[in-house]
């Protein structure tokens, strides 16, 4: 059975820094991905990592935010730098799967951005 678990959310301040970490299990991937979405919104695509560590990133987070991941752990991380509030919404990861072809998600960690 394929799981993602999303943790590490939380409220901060603004400036602040946190790292959300995805655990996956129960397949073999190849492209993780952080997209958020924010009450009233679409969600959005934050950063985006493939299994030859190419990354890519929302111009919006681009010096701020950095996508990471573990293979031995099939763990992936968004450290996340210089919050604003702007930042504010529900962190999903992703992750594709060699095995099933398909696309899988997590459930989301709040991450609120307030003095």
């Known amino acids: 059975q394929v799981q993602l678990v999303e943790s590490g959310g939380g409220l901060v301040q603004p400036g602040g820094s946190l790292r959300l970490s995805c655990a996956a299990s129960?397949?073999?991937?190849?492209?993780y991905g952080w997209y958020r979405q924010a009450p009233g919104k679409q969600r959005e695509l934050v950063a985006r990592i493939t299994s030859e560590d190419s990354t890519n990133y929302a111009d919006s987070v681009k010096g701020r935010f950095t996508i990471s991941r573990d293979s031995a752990k099939n763990t992936v991380y968004l450290r996340m730098n210089s919050l604003k509030p702007e930042d504010t919404a529900v962190y999903y990861c992703n992750a594709f799967s060699v095995i099933t072809r398909r696309l899988y998600w997590g459930q989301g960690t709040q991450v609120t951005v307030s003095s």
């Open positions: 129960g397949s073999i991937f190849s492209i």
